[in-house]
């Protein structure tokens, strides 16, 4: 929905970086909402954004560009347990998210 | 602090069985309550979403429906189980945490596993 659009696969090596963008369609968008969701779990909030710019919150960080309508979310050092989806959901106007299909990030030693 | 309790961990129901998951939110009041599905590797599916008691919005019509009979329970049910109806139901909740702060992040439940054999 809402035109949500994130990369299905990606692959990364321990101790690098890795950005993951996700776009979405920009009429009626509030925030943009990233989750970690381990294999079999259900998500977990990781970053919230609303404003232009880019938060940063240990190893993780999200960045916001509200009129182009994108987001990236940047993991640095990877880890092992960094494997994981990685789910881009904009907040609407409505009070509701949506969320993208996800982002399956495998890291390899 | 709130916390969110979700049951039963997995399922396996024959075709045309009835469904009844349950779900309860605790140490906060008015949530915003929301029933999501996952197929195998897919996205999360809207399926219900609640802003107050007897308040339902059915996102995707199907042989599912939902009720919310108390402030903090939101209940998930079926007459009649499809195959398709197979999945991994999530239960979230969004509103007042703490400080009388509004938090539109979801938080979610454990999940249910269901298998309709």
């Known amino acids: 929905g809402q035109n949500i659009d994130q990369p299905t696969e990606m692959t990364a090596t321990e101790g690098a970086i890795v950005q993951i963008n996700c776009t979405y369609q920009t009429s009626g968008f509030n925030g943009l909402f990233w989750y970690q969701q381990h294999a079999g779990e259900a998500p977990t909030f990781l970053s919230y954004n609303v404003l232009d710019g880019l938060e940063e919150k240990g190893r993780f960080s999200s960045f916001l560009s509200r009129s182009k309508g994108y987001s990236y979310l940047l993991l640095k050092e990877l880890q092992m347990k960094d494997s994981a989806s990685y789910l881009c959901a904009p907040l609407w106007k409505a009070g509701k998210s949506t969320f993208g299909d996800g982002t399956t990030l495998t890291v390899k030693p | 602090s709130q916390t969110i309790h979700q049951w039963p961990a997995t399922l396996v129901q024959p075709v045309g069985s009835p469904l009844s998951l349950e779900c309860t939110v605790e140490?906060?009041?008015?949530?915003?309550l929301y029933w999501y599905r996952q197929a195998a590797g897919r996205g999360l599916q809207l399926l219900f979403y609640s802003v107050g008691i007897g308040q339902i919005s059915s996102e995707v019509p199907q042989n599912l429906s939902a009720s919310r009979p108390q402030d903090r329970q939101f209940i998930l049910s079926s007459k009649k189980l499809l195959l398709s109806d197979s999945g991994f139901y999530l239960c979230?909740?969004?509103?007042?945490?703490?400080?009388?702060?509004?938090?539109?992040?979801?938080?979610f439940g454990s999940g249910t596993r269901l298998t309709v054999v």
């Open positions: 979230a909740w969004s509103g007042l945490k703490g400080q009388g702060e509004v938090d539109y992040g979801y938080t």
């Open positions: 140490g906060t009041s008015n949530p915003n």
